[in-house]
């Protein structure tokens, strides 16, 4: 048995999802007139937690709103596959009940969990997502993260453009410490030591001064374990990966590039 047939069999039962209603393109079973979403056109936009995602989005759906807009509305989100695959499987496979997760470190055990069992953690989870045969259009997700995921991505979803913004350490963890997402609840000690040594002295001025607090500190390095803290190290192996180094540039100009790629499909 297949960890997708495992997936399909023992963990799908068991959950009652609205899949059909919010994504009408999509089963997370496999059918005959859908096909593995690995076998499809993608735009696959990357970005560590704080490093403006959603901002970026928001920017292109200003650009080209009808297009963008469609385009996400697709397929689930990384939190919607990880709430409707990742996380339900992790726990069925350590013995736990099925339960709703909303602690941002507690969600970096499960899907970490998963990805221990199952090749290219969160990626290989977005390939067990199928898409109906008759939908041909444009696709955009911000679904993966981290040098395992992208790989797996590069080397097993070939119509797949991987996007990753990539941020300094130090400023996400400002951004971090500054917004109220309902997803940002973690509890832990203020620790720097996941940092590279050359920011840890300055990490630990700005948790003095209010500039970055526990939270954020918490966070990031739950989130570091499992996908680091820098962008792809490969990616000028791979024509299908672009990087843009959004310290600099403003909302607008990171979508503005991000636009510029998608129109070159």
Partial sequence: MTNQDFYVSSVYP????PVRDAYPHISLVPTDSHESLANRQL???V????????TTF????EISSDRVSDAMCIIPSRREVADWISIPTAQVLLGEPIKSVKDRVLRFHYTRTFAEHVSGGMAGAFSWVNVST???????????????EIRYALDNCHGWQIVELALHPLIRLKRLSSRDDVFDKAEGAADVSFLPDE???????????GDIT?????????ESESYGLFSFKDGDSYQNYHCIHVDDLTPMQVAEQVDSIMNQR
Avoid: F, V
């Fill in 14 to 17: 068991q959950l009652n999802l």
């Fill in 43 to 45: 735009m696959m936009l």
């Fill in 47 to 54: 970005a560590l937690t704080g490093t403006g995602k959603s």
């Fill in 58 to 61: 928001e920017k292109l759906a």
């Fill in 134 to 148: 008759d939908y041909q259009g444009h696709i955009l997700s911000e679904g993966i993260r981290g040098d395992n």
């Fill in 199 to 209: 920011m840890q002295d300055e990490a630990r001025e700005l948790l003095l001064s």
């Fill in 214 to 222: 526990p939270k954020a500190l918490t966070i990031m390095r739950a």
